[in-house]
């Protein structure tokens, strides 16, 4: 670097930093100072502020001491910190002027203009650059007439005058080229003209101009400007879907701008992240690393970017059903501030959807009007707020209106964004219901499917492709409801569009099992969060409750950065799993056996009914209300024999109350489809949402048409055609007993040890143990303690005796066992939801190629679980063909026997695959 060579002559150290001679030597110094900002903005603020430190000391002429206070202005704005940079530029122009220098006045002003705008003050920047214009044109000076015309074009950007800035940076490139510059300046204009192209929707030429750019910083070694680049090609890479490219930039650039200390870069990077957060569909990852941005634009006095990060982390909220949060979160009065119409916008756009989500229909409409009196010519503004006008027009029911304003929308949606497009179409469908016709919503829905399965595919890895899922549901679920609007619905449509929207995070979690990015950083803080686990285990029993809630708050702290960290890595992709055909699923039942297929849309359970090559829909009679309230109650009946003594919990009262419940529940859900049920020995279930909790297998207990019935579980219907007919051996068979609290982990062990003599053997139960079992071993039993995390499903986790063993850790594997019975509380509990994830231990197990999971739906009790366990390896062991689901009935038969009430015997589930 220019810099390298001159410093020693000049500079030589932050201590040795002579007083310059005259305004060459200062201009000298500057120059070397600006050279190392590039490459080193931190060390130049430095030397910059010891440079006026020593002409300040020395007692300079004002026009020395206005180039010192320029190069730190300079060096400042590089460093992120425009709120110095106003100050010290400020400073620079009352010395020059001071001095009777306007020529030199002026040309500080030139970079003031630029800082102004950045803090918000951008009438006041308007003013001093039209004035800075006309003087610096009469002087001749093209070289500032070009970096004025560029800064000029920063304030048209902010002001949403895309065209506007876009002409300016014309006019700047023309000069530097006429006056020879080739420097740094030239790069940032280059990178700014893409952001231009970017708004105008030129997205593939503003890429080619990015990477000139980057191309030409990296050959000058400017890694800041690097950064910069790469940052801007995020946004359009986010925008036209290529995700994993996205995010890999965020990452890149990010890690650069905090290496260079650029605080409001690396707050610009925070605000993209929660951009592309809020478009992958996380809206509670956006609204924390959006909260973040904000903080940081606040420390750095940028009040514009913090209340357009203020936006974001406000949808955040509002998409993940936090209205109240994100209210709050722009109550804040911004009216009074300098915030360009762009800007104020977007913000008022929020509000307008809040209001219309708290159900106040006349003011989001009005802030529909108000706003399109203004003609907003962003997309992504025009998009937001003709979705809003066409909510608000459906809401108030003005069926005319609403239906202009459809056509209208249509014919600008291609300037949309995937997300828009497919809300849109969604929309649209709606109006097509409510007029009858048919076959246009379900020609709109079908068309808005295929861009949901582009946009999913976009995504690097499963993670990020379940959660972008929910915010695009709707579009199947409204599919459903057009076809269930029919006279006569379609079966094999109905099928595939339940398949499309039930289990799809399931659907990639197998399909890239054992395909995880190896990633040391992410290794590590699985690693710190093991042992955090381990050591709340050994607090929890102790009177050190501030030491309790320092590891709980830790362990949370290490969680988000594990998740993000997952966010970022890429997985090969090839062709998920995709829904099987209804010929092919009806084949895959055996002659005496039976599925069922649930699924919510509504308020109505439907179920498909499959038997011997037949697929028949029912519209069960009990509502799914009337279902969820007797579920509920059956749960708490469970959840208070938990509670109760042996000898209570199994009295008359009890037992009556929970078997009426059951009894109410097999006549909601599967008493109307039970004529499919004659001659039928096993019956497979595919639950849907809540119904995953309803506890079927219990149902025989009482219920003379279920009594000989073997149940099984599986995720979805397209599992079925994978499903082998033939279970293999259980031997070698492998033990682990992993919890050391309790005596039942023994007893099960010495139990195995009877009945399965030298093929059981016990391996220590440590993490990577375990792993390398679930690979490796025949079959696998494991007793330890379990969490399932409600909030937090990725995290739910095994117990073992080095820490945990995470639903996250089990997603890298390729599980090759035939059977691993969980004997673990709430290991088959997953999170309900309209996704319908299957997010808990025992999917996340067949998700990874297990064939037979055993796993409890509910905190089972010990001494019980041990005589099941044993009553179930014993009905195992003396079947020629081993089947898990058999030996479950059997077990529970005898159970049932020993302790009536189900809560002791029914809390065992065989989920399948």
């Known amino acids: 670097m220019p810099f390298e060579k001159n410093a020693d002559s000049t500079i030589r150290s932050r201590r040795n930093i002579r007083t310059p001679a005259n305004e060459n030597e200062a201009r000298l110094i500057r120059n070397e100072i600006a050279d190392l900002v590039r490459s080193d903005p931190s060390k130049a603020e430095d030397l910059a502020s010891d440079f006026v430190d020593q002409v300040v000391r020395s007692g300079s002429d004002p026009i020395i001491c206005s180039i010192a206070w320029r190069s730190r202005a300079e060096a400042a704005l590089y460093r992120g910190n425009p709120t110095a940079a106003d100050e010290a530029y400020s400073r620079a122009v009352d010395l020059a002027t001071e001095a009777k220098r306007p020529d030199l006045a002026d040309q500080v002003s030139v970079g003031w203009v630029h800082v102004q705008g950045l803090l918000g003050r951008e009438e006041q920047a308007s003013r001093l650059a039209a004035g800075l214009h006309r003087r610096l044109k009469k002087r001749g000076d093209s070289e500032y007439l070009a970096k004025l015309q560029m800064n000029r074009g920063n ?22 080229r006429s006056a020879g510059i080739q420097d740094s300046t030239l790069i940032a204009l280059e990178v700014n003209r893409a952001i231009v192209l970017t708004n105008l929707n030129r997205f593939e030429e503003a890429i080619e101009v990015l990477i000139g750019a980057e191309e030409l910083a990296r050959a000058g070694r400017l890694e800041y400007l690097v950064a910069h680049s790469r940052f801007n090609r995020v946004h359009i890479e986010r925008i036209v879907g290529r995700y994993h490219e996205a995010l890999d930039g965020l990452r890149e650039s990010g890690e650069l701008f905090h290496s260079q200390g650029a605080g409001d870069l690396v707050a610009s990077a925070d605000r993209a992240r929660a951009e592309l957060l809020l478009e992958l569909g996380m809206p509670a990852e956006a609204a924390r ?47 009074g501030s300098s915030a360009s119409n762009y800007r104020r916008m977007g913000i008022e756009l ?108 976009l995504a690097p890895n499963a993670l990020l ?69 381990f050591d709340l285990e050994q607090t929890h029993d102790s009177e050190e409750p501030q030491e309790t809630e320092r590891l709980a708050i830790q362990a949370k702290n290490l969680e988000a950065k594990i998740l993000e960290a997952r966010m970022g890595e890429s997985e090969r992709q090839g062709v998920p799993m995709a829904p099987a055909e209804t010929t092919r699923i009806a084949r895959s039942l055996g002659r005496n056996e039976v599925c069922i297929a649930f699924f919510i849309l509504d308020d109505h359970v439907h179920a498909l009914c499959i038997r011997e090559g037949r697929v028949r829909h029912s519209r069960l009679p009990t509502t799914w209300k009337e279902i969820r309230r007797e579920l509920d109650r059956c749960r708490f ?31 909601g859900l599967v008493a109307p489809v039970v004529n499919s049920f004659d001659g039928v020995e096993r019956l497979v279930l595919a639950p849907h949402r809540e119904l995953h909790g309803v506890p079927f297998e219990c149902m025989f207990d009482g219920v003379a ?36 609290k309790g005596l039942r982990v023994s007893d099960e062990v010495r139990t195995l040890k009877r009945i399965f003599g030298s093929q059981a053997r016990r391996v220590e139960a440590k993490s990577t143990q375990l792993l390398s079992a679930f690979a490796e071993a025949g079959s696998v039993h494991f007793s330890t303690h379990a969490e399932f995390r409600s909030d937090n499903p990725e995290f739910s986790r095994l117990q073992t005796l080095d820490g945990s063993l995470f639903v996250g850790d089990i997603s890298k594997m390729d599980v090759l066992s035939p059977m691993v019975f969980l004997s673990a509380c709430e290991t088959g509990v997953v999170r309900p939801g309209p996704q319908d994830e ?49 030996a479950l009935h059997e077990a529970m038969h005898v159970g049932r026997a020993a302790r009536p009430h189900p809560f002791f015997w029914g809390g065992f589930s065989v989920f399948e695959s």
Not at 480 to 508: C, I, K, N, Y
Request: net charge positive; charged share 30%; proline share 4%.
């Open 838 to 886: 299957l997010d808990g231990v025992a999917y996340s197990l067949l998700a990874a190629g297990a064939r037979r999971i055993v796993a409890s739906r509910w905190r089972v009790e010990d001494e019980a679980t041990t005589h099941f366990v044993r009553s179930f390896y014993r009905a195992l062991k003396k079947s020629r063909r081993p089947d898990p689901a058999l």
């Open 155 to 176: 304030l048209a950007y902010h002001a949403g005058e895309f065209r506007a800035a876009g002409r300016l940076y014309a006019e700047a490139a023309q000069a530097f």
């Open 465 to 533: 492709r379940s959660r972008s899922f929910d915010r695009h549901l709707a579009v199947y679920l409204q599919l459903l409801r057009t076809e269930l609007s029919e006279v006569e619905p379609s079966t094999p449509r109905l099928l595939t569009w339940m398949e499309r929207a039930r289990s799809r995070g399931f659907r990639d979690r197998f399909h890239e099992r054992g395909r995880a990015a190896n990633n040391k950083r992410l290794e590590r803080m699985l690693h710190e969060l093991r042992r955090v686990h």
């Open 289 to 335: 690393i959006g909260l973040r941005a904000v903080r940081q634009f606040e420390a750095q006095k940028m009040p514009l970017d913090a209340l357009l990060a203020r936006e974001v982390a406000a949808r955040g909220f509002r998409e993940s059903s936090e209205p109240q949060k994100a209210i709050e979160l722009l109550s804040a009065d911004f009216d």
């Open 637 to 667: 009946y469970l959840e208070d024999a938990d509670q109760a003594t042996p000898s209570d919990s199994d009295t008359d009262v009890s037992l009556l109350k929970v078997r009426d419940s059951l009894r109410r529940l097999y006549d």
């Open 705 to 740: 048409e279920m009594e000989g019935v073997v149940v099984s579980r599986v995720p979805n219907l397209s599992s079925l055609v994978a499903r082998k007919r033939r279970v293999p051996s259980l031997s070698p068979y492998s033990l682990f007993a992993a919890s050391p």
């Open 350 to 457: 929020e509000r307008g959807e809040l209001l219309l989500m708290s159900g106040d229909v006349e003011a989001a409409n009005a802030v529909v009007q108000s706003i399109s009196s203004r003609k907003p010519r962003d997309p992504g503004l025009r998009a937001r707020l003709g979705l809003l006008g066409l909510r608000t027009s459906m809401a108030g029911g003005r069926e005319s209106r609403t239906r202009e304003v459809a056509e209208r929308l249509i014919g600008e949606s291609r300037s949309w964004s995937r997300s828009s497009g497919i809300e849109l179409r969604v929309l649209c469908s709606e109006l097509d219901l409510q007029r009858g016709d048919l076959r246009r919503a379900r020609q709109g829905l079908t068309r808005a499917a295929r861009l949901v399965e582009e946009h999913r595919a």
